[in-house]
């Protein structure tokens, strides 16, 4: 139905349409990332928009590496970028591109323009322009805009040739000095940089700026609607402007979108890398970080990050969408897919003393009661366990149906027992619960009408394997650490991340492989760590809590 349709499908229906702009073409996008460091969550709503727009249209959406600024890329970014988008399903084909590509075509539509007497060449510093920039009543003023036509191309062509040091001279285009739209008052489009580039090398030390270089880059690959945030609208006519005048056939249109702010979190690449800088975080990878590949080593799917962008539609307004959706896509995804598991974080050890020793005995327990495909798994029983050291009380609290002397509850898929007494040590601390089982509490039977209000999880203390656990919070105490009149790093939460070591986990969890995910019974949604988890030292992420107040409205 066009009225489930988004904007921009519905832009797209009526250019599709005989007559239309794009009548009897195939829809082409381009997901154009700069390799300065690694995609967040704020780009997976562009990528989804991008990639799933083509899809849509069983169109092509192609990757292209935005490389035109020199200063902080590399290729260790390429990849990355690359991984995320093959982890999220999407794929590009051969349709792979570097703007780098177009250097010399970039070059040659600049000539055009300075032979057309569209540029020219401009001697103001950064700081002199800003003055001479003019405001909403003044027009700008460029005292080199009626400079020669000869004299522009011979000079960018010294530009080219290394002649001149960084921000000597830079090109811009000559459009109009009193519009109205500050980006149309003959912006620079060149300028000179002498720093190595990741590809090119030292061939190149001009460099086109990005509102020059994105539209030839989208009119070269034949790009029918270049999908942006909205934080380019006001380049938009700019943008028109170059496709216009120089000789392309293809003339693309750009089409801006909301972006998506999330709350207690940083979205800024800049703010990103300082931290990592500052030692707060341990890399890009950082499970407590909102990149794509932090994400996904905490223990985030593909289908929660689609779900969430999916939820959070396409819109024109900006937004900021609470942390907690997030974590309720994650949660709502493991709780259809995650194998279940028994962990025990801080374990306390519980002796059955009615138990026979050295017998060893077997459950059949549900790998995930939401999967009728999912399975059982045999767990093992035996007369010494392992338990959450909250789960015993010496002295109870008012309403606490746990274990403490004279109570009884029931293990997980096991018995009914009864608490009889503790041992200390000698600082009076707990060092062991001794109870009593039911034999004929098996697996859920009955009890003759003796109510259990409380059922706990437990390992077998004979087969139970070591594990690390890492609990992870937000990274931020704020909601709002990004506003420009406070400085963010004063809000990061020293609590965001808590190592437990010596956790007791089912013996089947030895094998897991990396970024496997469970749900540890009462406990949330864990993941392998990708990193550091093997076979000897097993380490897992913390993905979500099991439960949260949060309901999307």
């Given amino acids: 139905m066009a009225d489930s349709k988004n904007f921009i499908e519905q832009i797209i229906d009526e250019e599709l349409k005989e007559g239309g702009r794009v009548y009897g073409k195939k829809i082409h996008t381009r997901f154009p990332p700069e390799p300065n460091g690694y995609l967040h969550i704020g780009h997976a709503k562009a990528l989804e928009i991008d990639f799933g727009t083509a899809e849509a249209y ?65 001697e103001l510093t950064p700081d002199q322009m800003r003055d001479m920039r003019g405001d909403t ?37 000559k459009i109009d000095l009193a519009s109205g739209n500050f980006n149309m008052r003959d912006p620079v489009i060149y300028r000179i940089n002498h720093l190595p580039h990741h590809r090119t090398g030292t061939e ?78 341990s890399g890009w990878d950082d499970p407590r970080m909102p990149t794509l590949c932090g994400l996904r080593r905490r223990g985030y799917t593909p289908a929660s990050i689609h779900n969430f962008s999916a939820r959070n539609g396409v819109a024109k307004v900006n937004s900021v969408v609470d942390f907690a959706f997030l974590e309720y896509c994650l949660r709502e995804d493991l709780n259809d897919h995650a194998q279940r598991a028994m962990a025990v974080l801080k374990p306390i050890k519980l002796i059955i003393d009615n138990y026979p020793e050295g017998q060893t005995e077997e459950f059949d327990v549900e790998n995930n009661p939401k999967d009728e495909n999912a399975g059982t798994r045999k767990v093992s029983f035996s007369r010494e366990l392992w338990i959450e050291e909250e789960d015993f009380m010496e002295v109870p609290a008012p309403k606490y149906f746990r274990l403490f002397p004279g109570n009884e509850v029931r293990l997980k898929s096991a018995y009914v027992v009864k608490c009889v007494s503790c041992d200390h040590d000698a600082e009076g601390n707990v060092t062991a619960v001794h109870c009593t089982y039911d034999p004929d509490s098996r697996g859920g039977n009955t009890l003759d009408g003796r109510k259990i209000k409380s059922t706990i999880h437990w390992v077998d203390a004979k087969t139970a394997v070591d594990g690390e656990i890492r609990l992870y919070d937000r990274l931020f105490t704020t909601e709002q650490p990004d506003l420009a009149d406070c400085n963010y790093l004063d809000f990061i939460n020293p609590n965001s991340l808590e190592i437990i070591k010596g956790a007791k986990l089912e013996a089947f969890l030895a094998d897991t492989k990396p970024s496997d995910r469970f749900q540890f019974l009462r406990t949330g949604y864990f993941c392998a760590d990708s990193k550091d988890s093997t076979h000897d030292h097993l380490v897992f992420n913390r993905a979500v809590s099991l439960k949260d107040s949060y309901k999307p409205e």
């Fill in 204 to 281: 190149w030390c001009i460099y086109p700026m990005y509102d020059f270089a994105h539209p030839i880059e989208d009119a070269l690959e034949g790009i029918t609607h270049s999908l942006c945030s909205l934080e380019f609208e006001a380049h938009r006519p700019l943008y028109d402007w170059v496709v216009n005048n120089i000789s392309v056939e293809c003339k693309p249109r750009q089409i801006e979108f909301a972006r998506l702010g999330i709350t207690h979190t940083v979205l800024s690449k800049r703010k990103l890398r300082a931290m990592i800088e500052a030692g707060i975080v």
């Fill in 137 to 173: 009543k003044t027009p700008a003023v460029s005292p080199y805009r009626d400079r020669p036509i000869e004299e522009s191309l011979d000079l960018f062509k010294r530009m080219r040739a290394g002649e001149f040091e960084d921000g000597k001279m830079t090109l811009r285009a």
């Fill in 58 to 122: 069983n169109g092509l959406c192609n990757l292209r590496m935005d490389d035109t600024n020199p200063t902080k890329e590399d290729e260790e970014y390429v990849e990355a970028i690359k991984e995320d988008i093959h982890w999220l399903g999407h794929d590009w084909d051969d349709r792979f591109f570097y703007a780098s590509e177009y250097f010399e075509k970039m070059y040659e539509f600049a000539i055009e323009l300075i032979n057309k007497g569209l540029a020219y060449v401009c």
